[in-house]
């Protein structure tokens, strides 16, 4: 008998009977067993309430910390998005612009249809923006043949007179612009038989970006305003390329009037360019080309 009294199995179980009779006679109203466990209770309950709040802070503070991660995720794939989105916006403008330069191509095409016109965009100003040689990326590898004593006018978008080539290379083209001093071109006033009078790069006038007009007749009227375009005399450029609008007028001396005038093309500004080569010249540098290849 004492054996199963000190038997552990029997004092567990022992334990367990009491444990489960304890938990009966709480359920009864007016238990005296809950009036006994009652301070415990009291005790027990903050304790619980603080383990409860200590896990829903460490819960809310998780949480937090992975919508963190999820935002800023979120927010880095948002980054990408928009700078494809300006990288694509970018792309669009451009090819809108070229689509407008390639119209005014054909305008220049439709308007001079003896002259093939080679497009190119302005690589490089030698000096300075406002009478340096300009280099654009075209040359004889894009078809354009180039001989000593030969010149081609260039022209931009709005059809306004940039210069003329001087030099011609595998890939590249070399351009002197109308404020250059040794750049003359023959124009006439813009108008029905127009009087005839020549524009010229000056030293003393380039820097603020003017050209001289020489060569005006006494009984010419001219006025600022007035439109100044090429006149194709010399055959050099074609007639009716606008070339600037005269800003003063210096008739102090009746045997050499002289003006300023301030070229239409802006060169500072100048991104694309329009070389004009006259087709019977292409013509005969293919005929000649043809005839060596044949020798």
């Known amino acids: 008998m004492r054996k199963l009294i000190t038997s552990k199995w029997f004092i567990i179980s022992l334990v367990v009977l009491l444990l489960v009779a304890t938990v009966v006679i709480s359920l009864l109203p007016g238990s ?7 301070p415990l209770a009291n005790i027990a309950n903050p304790v619980q309430g603080l383990v409860k709040n200590s896990g829903d802070t460490l819960s809310d503070f998780w949480a937090a910390i992975t919508d963190g991660m999820a935002i800023r995720e979120e927010n880095e794939e948002l980054k990408s998005q928009i700078a494809d989105l300006k990288y694509e916006l970018t792309k669009n403008k ?13 305008h220049i095409k439709d308007t001079f249809g003896n002259y093939d016109i080679f497009g190119a965009s302005v690589m490089s100003r030698e000096a ?3 009478f340096s040689v300009i280099q654009a990326d075209i040359g004889t590898d894009d078809g354009i043949v180039f001989e000593e004593g030969n010149s081609y006018a260039v022209v931009d978008v709005e059809m306004n007179l940039v210069g003329r080539v001087i030099s011609v290379s595998d890939s590249k083209t070399k351009i ?17 038989n127009g009087a005839n009078l020549t524009v010229t790069g000056d030293a003393g006038l380039k820097n603020d970006g003017l050209c001289l007009v020489k060569d005006i ?32 007028v210096d008739d102090s001396n009746p045997l050499n009037i002289t003006a300023t005038l301030r070229p239409n093309s802006n060169v500072s500004k100048l991104s694309d360019v329009f070389i004009m ?5 292409a013509s005969d540098d293919a005929e000649g080309e043809g005839k060596e290849t044949k020798k």
């Open 32 to 38: 005296p067993v809950n009036k006994a466990v009652k």
């Open 94 to 106: 451009e090819a809108a612009v070229k689509y407008e330069e390639l119209k005014d191509a054909f």
């Open 128 to 130: 300075d923006e406002w």
């Open 176 to 192: 002197l612009p109308v404020l250059h001093e040794a750049m003359t071109v023959s124009c006439k006033v813009d108008e029905i």
């Open 217 to 248: 007749g006494e009984n010419v009227k001219l006025e600022p305003g007035t439109k100044i375009v090429t006149s194709g005399q010399g055959g050099l450029f074609p007639e009716g390329i606008y070339v600037g609008t005269i800003e003063s």
């Open 277 to 281: 080569v006259p087709l019977k010249q």
